[in-house]
């Protein structure tokens, strides 16, 4: 199959393609229909250059040209940075349709929609509901589900598109497989895995738009993604131009809830990833997601073995901060003075400090025995049980079982690596009232039955 992307119309419309990469298999079939043009010139050397392939194709069955839109336009054609953080702040409270109608008028056939199965159908819903042409494309890092795949299958076939994917260099992965093994990202992070799986292939479509579509939400990741704006500069990748500034990135669902999108896409009743019903809200590669659990925060379901501020593979590698991008290439920053809001406040959960920690692990006999939650505030998966927890030290109030929680991030850190079990945020202990070593909750359900379940198996 071509590596180029796809050009795909409306479901009334017969897909067309507008190649501006290497065709993998020059007797690949062609997608669509086109109608060659008269050539122009060609260089002295002999060789078009990339203006001059894209005017010899032009498709056939298209929608013309509309002057109508049911946006207003909200500014003039903008240029710089400047004027997108404009525009993205004219068209902050505009719905999804809009934002999604307003980027296919402003790029046309040099804007594409990157699909990853999942949630992402909205996007290619919005985009068939404005009646302009639009592309799709997709990374196949090989490691996708089966399930994916026949998503992928399906939505071809509901919206009579053809989805061009982009795979990954045979001798990069090779290479990585062979020196390191099939599962090296459980050890060493996910971040070269990805980086040759994802990154890469990404980095190759998109040096042929000018533009690009995705499905980020802030509320998908409240640690990389709650400052995403609906339309930007892309800080990390170039486009077809080239140079910093060359790409726009568009993200029409930014300030859209999860279960408003699914609301959504429930209503228009179009192909979902089976997976979601098995309890997977984001889903990557196979041996990378699992379903999440009561409690948990639908990212932690990615690449769970790892840190929270961690929770991006590289493709919005520029939703991280300067700071987050710098703890996690293993550089801290002993200077940091930012503020985050604490959580698990309540009178019912008592704050421990590092001395009282430490005298909590000396007692070789305790009064009452101790559920402690070692978190990090800016965690989103200690965000999310911070209500369950809360309930449960409610709950457990006057029950003789005290409620502490210690924050283990920053300089806390190693100690509680080393003395405390600590994992990853959060992780949950019971110290019992007879015996000095902690026992640490292993479940990932953090739901408040859950939660005293397991106190009340050991107290």
Known sequence: MALSLAAAASSSSTAISTSSFPRADSKAPQIGSIRILERPQPRP?????????????????????????IVPLAATIVDSEEDYERLAFDLDNASPLEIMDKALQRFGNDIAIAFSGAEDV??????????????????????????????????????????????????????LVRSKGLFSFYEDGHQECCR?????????????????????????SPGTRSEIPVVQVDPVFEGLDGGIGSLVKWNPVANVKGHDIWNFLRTMNVPVNSLHSQGYISIGCEPCTRAVLPGQHEREGRWWWEDAKAKECGLHKGNLKQDDAAQLNGVANANDTSTVVDIFNTPNVI???????????????????????????????????????????????????????????????????????????????????????????????????????????LR
């Open 196 to 220: 040759v799986r994802k990154v890469r292939p990404l980095r190759r479509a998109l040096k042929g738009l000018k533009a690009w579509i995705t499905g980020q939400r802030k509320d998908q």
């Open 351 to 457: 704050n421990l400090s590092r001395t009282g920690i430490e005298n909590l692990v000396k007692m070789e006999i305790r009064k009452e025995p101790w559920l402690l939650v070692l978190y990090a505030p800016w965690c989103p998966f200690c965000q999310a049980m911070e209500e369950s927890y809360i309930d449960l030290a409610e709950k457990l109030s006057g029950s003789g079982v005290k409620v502490g929680k210690f924050n283990a991030d920053g300089d806390q850190k190693a100690f509680a690596k080393r003395e405390l079990q600590l994992g990853s945020f959060p992780t949950i202990l019971f110290f019992p009232k007879y015996s000095s070593r902690p026992i640490k909750y292993t479940s990932e359900k953090r739901d408040v039955d859950s939660l005293m379940a397991f106190v009340n198996a």
């Open 45 to 69: 050397n002999g060789v078009l250059n990339l203006s001059q392939k894209q005017r010899l194709l032009k498709p056939l069955n298209a929608e013309p040209n509309r002057n109508d839109s």
């Open 122 to 175: 909205a996007l290619i819903e919005y985009a068939h509901l404005t009646g302009r042409p639009f592309r799709v494309f997709s990374l196949d890092t090989g490691r996708l589900n089966p399930e994916t795949y026949r998503l992928f299958d399906a939505v071809e076939k509901h919206y009579g598109i053809h989805i061009e994917y982009m795979f990954p260099d045979a001798v990069e992965v090779q290479a």
